[in-house]
């Protein structure tokens, strides 16, 4: 195993797969034609204005929110390139008006329902303890179930082959290895960093956190959710960090659940598609200058 690298985080995008590095971020597409197009950029950090924001807890916040825009900026271009649209990338308002609609439907999801079903058993059940780990649970099935549904979907399957690849593409990155097809083949579809651990993870925090606030009225118990969502974040994110860098056999078997959740969010790539996921590494490594395609 080599030393510690910098981290590089990714997503798989339609026909792609983005890689987010320390300094560069870049979305590597496979064209209609056969040929790789690589998008890339210099990140920009709220953090590097504000170093405060780098504090834990705190960054872990920021990092989504930052992860969020540059992903629908990603998907925006992806589907541009795999010529899915026609039209040109999103723009920063209409990137806003999809994250917000984005966020209404989980809330409406993961927070307004279960909060709102788990009255049905306040009868049975007076102790807000139990009751609120009934909605926590409740809030979990409705997330399997959720992720279950779209992985039998064929082409958000495909994408499910790019998220294989870029995690098999990372663990080849940490390792050291020479980033070529038959290294990478070797590796796992299943990270300890991937965003499915950490969403997760943000479930888990989440039944433990609010199974302490009582039973107040439903407005109350719904604002209180969404006051405290980013806290739940916050701590997610430092939890998930934390077992990326950590070999403890304890962290192993913790993190093991999200890794099981992580065999309906990735499947086998093909090499083609690993292909696409080095491209996209290249450009974004830290210990090397590599030349891009680049269409900003």
């Known amino acids: 195993m080599s030393e510690k690298r910098p981290f590089v985080g990714g997503q798989a995008v339609i026909e792609g797969v983005m890689m987010?590095?320390?300094?560069?971020?870049?979305?590597?597409?496979?064209?209609?034609?056969?040929?790789?197009i690589v998008q890339k950029e210099r990140l920009t950090s709220i953090t590097d204005r504000?170093?405060?924001?780098?504090?834990?807890?705190?960054?872990?916040?920021?990092?989504?929110?930052?992860s969020l825009i540059y992903g629908m900026k990603a998907l925006s271009?992806?589907?541009?390139?795999?010529?899915?649209?026609?039209e040109e990338t999103l723009s920063n308002k209409e990137i806003a008006v999809t994250m917000l609609f984005s966020l209404g439907l989980a809330i409406v999801l993961f927070v307004i329902i279960p909060t709102y079903a788990a009255k049905y058993i306040h009868s049975a059940v007076t102790d807000s303890r139990?009751?609120?780990t009934f909605e926590g649970i409740l809030r979990l099935v409705i997330f399997f179930l959720?992720?279950?549904?779209?992985?039998?979907?064929?082409?958000?399957?495909?994408v499910f082959q790019y998220h294989g690849a870029e995690h098999k593409?990372?663990?080849?990155?940490?390792?050291g290895e020479e980033l070529t097809v038959e290294n990478i083949r070797k590796y796992s579809c299943l990270h300890p960093r991937c965003g499915t651990n950490?969403?997760?993870?943000?479930?888990?925090?989440?039944?433990?956190?609010?199974?302490?606030?009582?039973?107040?009225?439903?407005?109350?118990?719904?604002?209180?959710?969404?006051?405290?969502?980013?806290?739940?974040?916050g701590i997610a994110y430092e939890i998930i960090r934390f077992a990326g860098r950590s070999k403890a056999k304890w962290v192993a078997c913790a993190i093991t659940p999200g890794l099981?959740?992580?065999?309906?969010?990735?499947?086998?790539?093909?090499?083609?598609?690993?292909?696409?996921?080095?491209?996209?590494?290249?450009?974004?490594?830290?210990?090397?200058?590599?030349?891009?395609?680049?269409?900003?």
């Open 198 to 233: 950490f969403l997760l993870i943000v479930m888990v925090v989440s039944i433990v956190m609010f199974a302490f606030l009582g039973w107040p009225d439903l407005w109350l118990r719904i604002l209180s959710r969404i006051v405290l969502l980013p806290v739940v974040a």
């Open 20 to 36: 987010r590095g320390p300094e560069f971020i870049a979305t590597a597409v496979r064209e209609p034609s056969g040929n790789i």
């Open 169 to 175: 593409t990372i663990h080849a990155y940490e390792a």
């Open 50 to 66: 504000y170093p405060i924001l780098k504090k834990p807890m705190i960054r872990g916040v920021v990092a989504l929110a930052e």
């Open 130 to 132: 139990l009751l609120n």
């Open 260 to 296: 099981w959740l992580q065999k309906l969010t990735t499947r086998e790539p093909s090499d083609d598609q690993i292909e696409v996921a080095i491209a996209a590494l290249q450009a974004v490594r830290p210990d090397q200058d590599v030349e891009v395609r680049t269409d900003a």
């Open 77 to 86: 271009f992806s589907a541009q390139a795999a010529g899915e649209e026609e």
């Open 146 to 158: 959720y992720v279950w549904g779209i992985s039998l979907m064929k082409d958000i399957q495909r």
